[in-house]
């Protein structure tokens, strides 16, 4: 490790405070971090205007009524805590006892997944960045489910989970893993692993509310803003035919969570726009019953309101002063 990296927060955050933390155990741990959330935000000059700002935003982006949240400013330590909760991604998930994991998931909508997995069907799943959604992942390889992930590999995430994106068995995870500088023909590859993974009944996770640019794109509306967002999981489902589920998984006191896999059907030739559009709908309705959890899409600024442009220097610099003006 280079002497920098002791000074920066990941450091301080993810090799310090939560290995710390997680010998609590996983209730005083959770409380822990809820603790440190509330008081960091009130401890930062401007953090909870900021929060307040964020949340205001999103209840009148959502048309909810005056007494459906509690008002920005008293839900703002909130999700200042939910932030804490947000990084710490799965760490307090890191054990390889798969019971004692499982445990701590209040799971809804498993049956229907299990029925489309034992039908050969496949599975489409479609994520997101509420919450727990890192966690979500332990429950679905713990239970065996034969799972592909087409994320960009978290980092920052348990050891638990790293051996399960490791493991050596045909059509490895690495060979399914995203990232933005993949050439054009590297990802009609993983397009083509996907498709085959589906087809011979696996389960194959992807995001659903990534701002994209480019192809493979559709248009959608969060939050109040219209963004072009990565819909590969609807033409998955549509070429395929197999099932799509949402997930959404949030935290629950005492270090545990709530997954749910909402079952959506298959996708019709010609239905995937719409269906991108259900899938935003759901997730808005997610963001108004949980907000503290909606750390991404109320602070990250892919999601918010487009910034105005800088405004144009009064004075020339010496290089554009001496160029021609033509």
């Known amino acids: 490790m280079r002497p920098r990296e002791l000074f920066t927060w990941k450091f301080a955050f993810y090799d310090v405070l939560l290995p710390a933390l997680r010998r609590l155990g996983p209730e005083r741990a959770d409380a822990a971090l809820v603790a440190l959330g509330r008081a960091s935000a009130a401890a930062w000059p401007g953090r909870l205007g900021r929060l307040a700002a964020a949340l205001g935003r999103a209840r009148d982006a959502l048309g909810l009524a005056p007494d459906a949240w509690p008002e920005p400013s008293a839900l703002a330590p909130a ?26 998931f209040d799971v809804s909508g498993a049956d229907a997944f299990r029925d489309a997995l034992a039908a050969g069907r496949g599975a489409v799943l479609v994520g997101g960045h509420l919450g727990g959604h890192v966690a979500a992942f332990h429950w679905l390889y713990r239970t065996g489910a034969p799972l592909r992930l087409m994320v960009q590999r978290p980092h920052h995430v348990s050891a638990a989970l790293e051996r399960f994106f490791d493991r050596d068995e045909p059509e490895p995870q690495a060979g399914f893993f995203l990232r933005r500088a993949l050439q054009p023909g590297e990802c009609v590859a993983r397009v083509l692993r996907a498709r085959a993974a589906l087809k011979a009944g696996k389960a194959v996770y992807l995001p659903g509310d990534i701002p ?51 079952p959506h059907g298959p996708i019709p030739p010609g239905g995937e726009a719409a ?11 997610a963001i108004a019953a949980h907000p503290a959890d909606a750390v991404a899409h109320l602070l ?14 009064r004075r020339p610099s010496r290089r554009s002063a001496a160029l021609p003006q033509v």
């Open 79 to 104: 999700l200042s805590a939910g932030t804490l909760r947000f990084l710490a991604r799965d760490y307090l998930l890191d054990t390889d006892d798969d019971a004692t994991a499982l445990a701590r």
């Open 275 to 285: 269906a991108v559009i259900r899938y935003l709908g759901r997730l808005e309705h």
């Open 212 to 262: 994209w640019s480019g192809p493979n794109t559709r248009s959608g509306r969060l939050l109040g803003q219209t963004h072009p967002l990565l819909s590969v999981w609807a033409d998955l489902a549509s070429l395929t035919g197999a099932p799509v589920f949402f997930v959404f998984c949030t935290h629950l006191d005492g270090g545990r969570f709530s997954l749910s896999l909402e």
């Open 300 to 313: 990250w600024p892919c999601y918010g309101p487009p910034r105005p442009a800088p405004e144009p220097s």
